[in-house]
């Protein structure tokens, strides 16, 4: 008999089913004011990111349709609650929100166990990341900061092992995180361009508005450089479960 609270591993990538999302937020009253929320969506298939907007009714609860291909997470946008929500086609999720204080969001679903790890671990790998390279990325070529890319992801992915050790975790959290941890680091080799524009027009206060630089990031165009992407993520179909993998 399968355990509710530790479902297997995924073990199927694309879907053509859809995730039904579900909540009440309580303490809500109409009178209150804002009562719509904002799903965020992307589509691995289509690289597009759709919208799907929810509407409180007058008791406080809210229903949906998300169109997901495939298990990912989602990023829901609201007064009451601001995080991303991993779901699962064919999945039924529902949030119950408490607006009388400080953010509590209860999640009851097939992968509820996994969002409550998620939360809890928040993702040590990409805070710590962003916190050092800003730092150095200026002083980076291409090769440097790919270089510098992959030994962190080792780095992190061997932290994930000892992080294992410490705890009882879902057997979902097992099989993701680690996906998680490579897509990211791979995703950002792919945008040198734009994390080292960023430093630079953060270091010398230059707006958004001056859409030249006086430098190049540019990425080299030669195939040698893409050696780092592994076969697998190419044509494993649970590659794409990464978080980072639609970038």
């Known amino acids: ?6 479902p297997p591993a995924i073990e199927q990538g694309f879907s ?15 009178e209150l004011g804002n009562r719509t929320g904002t799903v965020y969506v992307n589509n691995l ?3 597009n990111q ?4 929810f509407e ?10 998300l169109p997901v291909v495939t298990p ?42 996994l969002n409550l790890e998620n939360l809890a671990s928040a993702p040590f790998y990409m805070n710590r990341f962003y916190l050092e390279i800003d730092k150095k ?15 962190k992801m080792e780095e992190d992915l061997a932290q994930f092992e000892a992080i294992k050790k410490e705890g009882s975790w879902s057997d979902r959290y097992l099989q993701l995180t680690p ?36 430098v190049n990031f540019e990425i080299p165009s030669e195939t040698s450089f893409f050696s780092f992407i592994p076969q697998d993520l190419l044509t494993d179909e649970l590659s794409a479960l990464g978080d980072s993998y639609e970038n």
């Not at 759709?50 to 907007?53: E, F, T």
């Not at 990023?75 to 779901?87: E, G, P």
């Not at 990211?184 to 792919?190: A, I, K, P």
Request: charge should be neutral; proline fraction near 5%.
């Open 1 to 6: 008999v399968p355990n509710p609270w530790n």
């Open 16 to 30: 053509t089913d859809s995730v039904v999302l579900s909540g009440y937020l309580y303490g809500y009253s109409p």
């Open 45 to 47: 298939l289509s690289g």
């Open 50 to 53: 759709g919208i799907v907007l």
């Open 56 to 65: 409180l009714d007058d008791r406080g609860f809210f229903s949906g349709k």
């Open 72 to 113: 990912g997470n989602v990023y829901i946008r609201s007064d009451a609650f601001n995080r991303s929500l991993f779901v699962e086609p064919g999945e039924e999720v529902f949030l119950f929100l408490d607006g009388t204080g400080p953010s509590n969001v209860s999640i009851m679903g097939k992968n509820a166990r």
């Open 137 to 151: 990325v200026l002083d980076m070529d291409a090769d440097d900061f790919k270089a510098f890319c992959l030994q």
């Open 179 to 214: 996906l998680n941890i490579k897509s990211n680091y791979l995703r950002n080799v792919l945008h040198y361009h734009y994390i080292s524009s960023s430093a630079y027009r953060q270091k010398f206060n230059i707006p958004n508005t001056q859409r030249e630089l006086p």
